[in-house]
């Protein structure tokens, strides 16, 4: 079945410093690739996504490429805020007989210290 | 306009008891999910109706029976409660079934059983 492994955390960095969370996938069919992040005591929200192979989603800062050669989905951004503090998920969403299911990382928490 | 609501925002109750907790997307999506997130914020998928049709029914007790009076609404009645049902639960809405869909996540319902 799909899978998404990411990177464990928790992930503290000081403000200004480069973020790189770690995302792999497996999947049967061809999925589209997602980053959610959750603000504390709030709800998932779309960070960013990429639908095909190379596709390079951005947002706030945030970018993600879709390698299907290492099938991964990296999350990176170059100088993070205190206010990037929150617990960022990578998900996929297949294709043919899962669809309609998304599957969802565990979950990195990131702390940014002033 | 609040794009997926919950109510209630929390829910404090004693083991046995019975609730419902409902949820409503104004976005016109076919596709609504429920979500459970335990205390270490593991995100498992319970249940996705689309069109009001069951189409996704995980490894759930059968204490847990969602219910969708219209496509607009999805409703999670939890019986016999029990200890380890102590999470936060989200509702979630998606246009259909397409891959590259996002979901739509609502503010979550803090469920304590004491």
């Known amino acids: 079945g799909d899978s998404v492994t990411q990177m464990e955390g928790p992930v503290t960095l000081s403000e200004e410093a480069f973020l790189t969370i770690n995302c792999t996938y497996t999947a049967t069919g061809y999925p589209s690739l997602f980053w959610y992040v959750q603000y504390p005591g709030e709800g998932l929200q779309l960070l960013l996504k990429?639908?095909?192979?190379?596709d390079k989603g951005s947002n706030k800062g945030f970018e993600a490429t879709y390698r299907k050669e290492t099938t991964s989905f990296h999350l990176e951004k170059g100088s993070v805020q205190v206010s990037d503090s929150a617990v960022y998920f990578c998900a996929l969403s297949d294709r043919g007989t899962n669809a309609g299911k998304s599957t969802f990382g565990d979950g990195t928490t990131l702390t940014v210290k002033p | 306009d609040t794009a997926v609501s919950q109510t209630p925002k929390y829910l404090v109750t004693q083991m046995g008891n019975d609730k419902s907790i409902k949820c409503e997307q104004n976005l016109g999506h076919d596709t609504m999910y429920w979500y459970k997130q335990d205390s270490k914020k593991f995100l498992k998928i319970m249940f996705s109706y689309n069109n009001k049709e069951l189409i996704i029914n995980e490894t759930v007790p059968n204490r847990f029976s969602p219910k969708s009076p219209d496509k607009a609404h999805l409703n999670l009645h939890i019986n016999s409660l029990e200890l380890g049902d102590s999470a936060v639960y989200f509702c979630?809405?998606?246009?259909?079934?397409?891959?590259?869909?996002?979901?739509?996540f609502g503010p979550g319902t803090r469920l304590t059983v004491l």
């Open positions: 979630a809405s998606r246009l259909g079934q397409g891959a590259t869909d996002t979901q739509y």
């Open positions: 990429a639908t095909k192979a190379d």
